[in-house]
């Protein structure tokens, strides 16, 4: 059983910055990729961030040069750093990894989410 738990989420002025974590724990051979999707009021889940084994990463074009997603993999964590906050970016954000066990078989994930409010 793998569990992933987000942080970092909470209330923030525009312009203003946070870092989310996302820590896998549990039965983890490979995080073959991870990925910070959100969800706001009234609208689907979208797509913000991904980052895969090899490093790749790719943006939604509305987070591009404002957010960087990275991760640690001694320590099976993820990171979305957003900067210039705008209120647009008000939305619960929810981790997602894809994870191997040791027979190859890959598996996804979410986490439970966290809030993110961009207000004056």
């Known amino acids: 059983q793998v569990q992933l738990v987000e942080s970092g989420g909470g209330l923030v002025q525009p312009g203003g910055s946070l870092r989310l974590s996302c820590t896998a724990s549990?039965?983890?051979?490979?995080?073959?990729?991870m990925g910070w999707y959100r969800q706001a009021p009234g609208k689907e889940r979208e797509l913000v961030a991904h980052?895969?084994?090899?490093?790749?990463?790719a943006y939604a074009e509305s987070v591009k040069g404002r957010f960087t997603i990275s991760r640690d993999n001694a320590k099976n964590t993820g990171y979305l750093q957003m900067n210039n906050l705008k209120p647009e970016d008000t939305a619960v954000y929810f981790c997602?990894?894809?994870?191997?066990?040791?027979?190859?078989?890959?598996?996804?994930?979410w986490g439970q989410g966290t809030q993110v409010t961009v207000s004056s």
């Open positions: 997602n990894a894809g994870i191997g066990d040791r027979t190859g078989v890959q598996n996804f994930y």
């Open positions: 549990g039965s983890i051979f490979s995080i073959n990729v």
């Open positions: 980052i895969v084994s090899g490093g790749s990463m």
